[in-house]
């Protein structure tokens, strides 16, 4: 299934299709350790699925749904059966700032069961059957469509994810509203201003709570830190930059926002699973 393989990454090469890939998948086939630029979401049909992402293995049974970010180093295990695998173009959904706040719902692997919610779960499930018949329909409208659903289906996993979030902060309505009210002001002034200095005196400036209040309430709406989501919004701009050839790394570890480039190269790494230059030479061949 996988076409075009340099090292670990992989190069998702679209048909006719533009912006999605889908795949009635049969292959009793090893995928070797790799990632991608897309949104990849994958159900086993028939026979269960296993999939090692970073250090965690996820086992999926029959119409268990898992949800791969861009960027996630994954390795598949060979398995007989039949799974559906759908690779969605990220950098669409990406430039788009209209669609940051629901790409929360999956900043990390999702692994939806019946047991992580009943009712999120058959909506996935419904959805991605969905795509099998939009996929291979001739209607101009069929890939409009599958980004529709996959859009209203991503809404309906983080607003789940924020009900849970309001459990876990301990708060009422009123108060969670309030919060996610400030989050947003505080997402897009880093949206506006990751390339300058952010300190987390300014964040909790803007945001009229404590530092302390301000950082503990951040982890726990975003479930990782304000500096890991500074960092995760300056490599996403890096990446852009990387793919100009007329831009040295050393000018887009400045533009992005990074102090020094020994950073730049060691945060990228941990965010991308490559350096750098290695990430700039990949688009280059």
């Known amino acids: 299934m996988i076409k075009h393989l340099n090292e670990d990454f992989e190069t998702v090469e679209y048909d006719e299709k533009k912006y999605v890939m889908f795949y009635d998948n049969y292959d009793n086939e090893e995928y070797p350790l790799h990632w991608h630029h897309e949104i990849e979401v994958i159900m086993p049909i028939k026979n269960h699925y296993t999939i090692n992402i970073r250090e965690?293995?996820?086992?999926?049974?029959?119409?268990?749904?898992?949800?791969?970010?861009?960027?996630?180093?994954?390795?598949?295990?060979?398995?007989?059966?039949?799974?559906?695998?759908?690779?969605?173009?990220?950098?669409?959904?990406?430039?788009?700032?209209?669609?940051?706040?629901?790409?929360?719902?999956i900043s990390a692997p999702l692994h939806i069961t019946p047991e992580y919610d009943k009712d999120i779960h058959a909506l996935a499930k419904k959805t991605l059957i969905s795509f099998f018949k939009l996929y291979h329909s001739p209607s101009e409208l069929a890939e409009v469509q599958i980004y529709s659903k996959f859009i209203e289906l991503l809404i309906a996993i983080r607003e789940y994810q924020i009900k849970h979030q309001l459990t876990l902060m301990e708060c009422d309505n009123d108060r969670f509203?309030?919060?996610?009210?400030?989050?947003?002001?505080?997402?897009?002034y880093i949206d506006r201003n990751y390339m300058y200095d952010i300190s987390l005196d300014t964040l909790a400036g803007l945001s009229g709570y404590s530092k302390f209040h301000f950082s503990r309430i951040f982890k726990q709406y975003s479930s990782i830190s304000y500096l890991e989501y500074l960092n995760e919004r300056?490599?996403?701009?890096?990446?852009?930059?990387?793919?100009?050839?007329?831009?040295?790394?050393?000018?887009?570890?400045?533009?992005?926002?990074?102090?020094?480039?020994?950073?730049?190269?060691?945060?990228?790494?941990?965010?991308?699973?490559?350096?750098?230059?290695?990430?700039?030479?990949?688009?280059?061949?």
Do not use: W
């Open 177 to 188: 509203d309030e919060y996610s009210q400030m989050f947003d002001k505080v997402f897009k």
């Open 56 to 105: 965690k293995k996820y086992e999926l049974k029959e119409y268990d749904i898992i949800f791969i970010p861009p960027g996630e180093l994954h390795h598949i295990l060979a398995t007989p059966g039949r799974r559906f695998i759908i690779q969605f173009d990220y950098a669409m959904l990406q430039k788009h700032p209209l669609f940051s706040s629901v790409m929360r719902s």
């Open 234 to 285: 300056r490599v996403k701009a890096a990446e852009d930059m990387l793919l100009n050839s007329k831009i040295s790394v050393t000018e887009v570890a400045v533009r992005s926002g990074f102090k020094s480039l020994a950073t730049f190269n060691r945060i990228f790494r941990k965010v991308k699973h490559c350096t750098p230059t290695e990430f700039k030479k990949l688009f280059q061949e």
